[in-house]
């Protein structure tokens, strides 16, 4: 059974520019969610979504988006970059509603210059 | 918001030694998980625990859902070079929260 894979791994942007980052769920899973760590902050929630609904977010400004498709394939969105949006942001799917088992991808490394 | 305190910070063990690090909440958790992160990789579910005073093992880590439903903990025993790495609590309070909040990690190091 494939795991969580997210696409790229590695991205550079220029500040300013907009970024598209794109995760597929365990088969089966339902549940998508993402998360923002940096050294300084460790990991923190962005948002989660359901049957391509968000039912939750975290506490980033609204720069930071995301959208879940029919086939509870996922991307988040993040406009303008800045310098401190670098981080590693990863996807985690669940087979239904978060706080149950989450299972991580490996990451997208997004350096912002 | 949710606060996660994780301890030690870091952690230099001897090849062989028994680990213990735990994580207290300033609010009741309804799951907690326990992950192991390597540099570059996403972090690997080790243990999930569902239920107060539930004690759960996996090989040679074995966690527990503290009473009071605010801590956990997670014991490695008999470390081995490959147990490095970065171990995550994470908690969840529940239906209605669909997110996890995160302690900020204990960085383990064995000496061979």
């Known amino acids: 059974k494939a795991g969580v894979t997210q696409t790229p791994r590695y991205l550079i942007k220029t500040r300013g520019q ?18 923002q760590q940096t050294p300084g902050q460790g990991l ?18 609204g720069r930071f988006s995301g959208r879940q498709f029919s086939n509870s394939r996922s991307e988040m969105n993040v406009s303008t970059l800045e310098l401190g949006d670098s981080a590693l942001y990863l996807c985690a799917s669940s087979l239904g509603p978060l706080g149950t088992e989450a299972f991580f991808g490996q990451g997208t490394r997004l350096t912002v210059v | 918001g949710q606060q996660l305190n994780q301890s030690p910070q870091s952690m230099f063990i001897q090849e062989g030694e028994d680990v213990s690090m735990n994580c207290t909440s300033s609010s009741i958790f309804n799951t907690w998980l326990w992950y192991k992160q390597d540099p570059g990789e996403g972090p690997v579910l080790l243990i999930a625990l569902y239920k107060a005073g539930e004690l759960t093992s996996n090989g040679r880590l074995t966690a527990q859902f503290g009473i009071t439903r605010k801590d956990s903990f997670l014991n490695i025993s008999a470390s081995i070079p490959s147990d490095v790495g970065i171990y995550f609590c994470a908690g969840s309070s529940g239906a209605g929260s669909y997110q996890l909040t995160f302690g900020k990690g204990t960085k383990l190091s064995v000496i061979p």
């Open chain 1, 44 to 61: 923190q929630f962005l948002f989660e979504y359901f049957s391509e609904t968000q039912r939750n977010k975290g506490n980033f400004p």
């Open chain 1, 18 to 35: 907009q970024v598209t980052l794109s995760c597929s769920p365990i088969s089966g899973h339902r549940s998508v969610s993402w998360y």
